[in-house]
């Protein structure tokens, strides 16, 4: 068995959780309120920044130079899309954000694990903490897509990003990458990098339950 197969095992309840929550149901449907969606954008572009600086510091930090450049030209490609995915929607539905844009209580909470994983736990506990963001999405794109109803969705754009093959693709390899990382690493290491997945897919929970709640300080 695989790390990342045993890594899903550890949290198909919380996947479970996630495929049944209001929000994820009502942007499958078109019917999540605007002001919802416009609060979890607003909230993601704050997270997606400081989770491109995470990367980049996993790359600097990493001993096997070739595979940490594989693994930051597949998150840096993902973040541009999302980046686009991110100005679509602000053009749409005219939202805007700046500098004054407060960083609400579960999204500063989840960067700030991201961080301190990759500044304080070892390189490979890092990696596997950054993976629910990516594989997350892919598998609810996908889910989302193949339940979908049939006829016009404002977040068709959002649908469309997830589920795509082009994405799946990248997905796949940030799996390898940390599939090999793992087998290369000691048991402790690998049971560390387990408790960061999961507590990760934890907060992807939260994030997208604090969206929907509309959760501020």
């Not at 416009?38 to 990367?55: I, N, P, S, T, W």
């Not at 990493?62 to 597949?74: G, I, M, P, R, V």
Request: with cysteine.
């Amino acid at each position: 068995m695989t790390w990342t197969t045993r890594a899903w095992h550890a949290i198909a309840p919380i996947y479970d959780k996630i495929l049944n929550m209001p929000f994820i149901y009502e942007l499958q449907n078109g019917t999540l309120p605007l002001e919802i969606f416009q609060f979890y954008m607003l909230q993601d572009a704050k997270y997606l920044e400081h989770f491109g600086r995470v990367l980049a510091y996993l790359g600097s930090k990493s001993s096997d130079n070739e595979e940490a450049l594989l693994y930051f030209q597949f998150g840096q490609n993902a973040l541009l899309v999302e980046k686009a995915l991110h100005e679509h929607y602000f053009e749409q539905f005219g939202i805007s954000t700046t500098s004054a844009t407060i960083t609400q209580p579960v999204c500063h909470h989840y960067v700030h694990f991201l961080k301190s994983t990759a500044a304080f736990e070892a390189t490979e506990v890092g990696f596997a903490a950054t993976l629910p963001c990516f594989w997350i999405y892919k598998e609810v794109g996908d889910h989302i897509f193949q339940n979908r109803i049939t006829g016009e969705n404002p977040y068709h754009a959002w649908i469309n990003t997830y589920s795509s093959a082009e994405f799946g693709d990248d997905v796949s390899r940030a799996k390898a990458h940390v599939n090999k990382m793992a087998a290369d690493g000691t048991e402790a290491i690998r049971k560390k990098m387990l408790d960061a997945f999961v507590t990760a897919a934890l907060l992807e929970y939260q994030f997208w339950e604090a969206a929907y709640l509309q959760k501020t300080w």
